[in-house]
């Protein structure tokens, strides 16, 4: 095989921009990825209120299925449902969705509208009653610069609204 030249062989690999191309394109993706995943203080609180209106509709329902008062009581940081006995208020026991919970971004200022009769200091008490039908109300639940409210139509709707009052 006298005056052939040996065929060269390509390089193996990529090269240093296609590698930089790539990495740029991986860190921006991680990037976009990691923003969708942590909830803002104001999804948060949207959540919460969410939650905490699916948790006032079964309260509602278990005073009149138990023809016994139901009331939420809440603080700044946590909230918790009471069944009234005989001897006065007692925490809801051994019921996973009704039991004492935390707040997720506490302190949480709370408004209650009309205003009702608390219990003292920054202790708020929503009662329900044994009837089907009760008073509307507003609860607004607000955190930092963010606020939410929970409407109560006082025949078993509970919807979460806007500040302005807006669904």
């Known amino acids: ?97 009704l039991r004492e919970r935390p707040f997720r971004n506490a302190p949480v200022r709370l408004m209650l509208d009309p205003p009702a009769a608390g219990v003292g200091g920054e202790t708020m008490r929503v009662t329900f009653g044994r009837e089907p039908v009760d008073k509307p109300f507003v609860l607004t639940l607000a955190s930092g610069n963010y606020s939410v409210g929970i409407r109560a139509d006082g025949v078993g709707h509970f919807t979460v609204v806007e500040p302005g009052g807006q669904q």
């Open 1 to 97: 095989m006298a005056g052939v030249a040996p065929l060269r062989r390509a390089a193996a690999g990529f090269t240093l921009v296609e590698i930089l191309v790539v990495m740029v394109i991986i860190g921006i993706t991680l990037g976009m990825a990691s923003l969708n995943a942590i909830p803002s203080p104001r999804q948060d609180l949207e959540n919460e209120a969410k939650r905490l209106t699916l948790l006032l509709q079964l309260a509602r329902d278990e005073a009149i299925v138990r023809n016994k008062q139901v009331a939420f009581e809440a603080t700044p940081e946590r909230y918790l449902f009471l069944v009234r006995n005989e001897t006065g208020w007692t925490p809801v026991t051994g019921d996973d969705l």
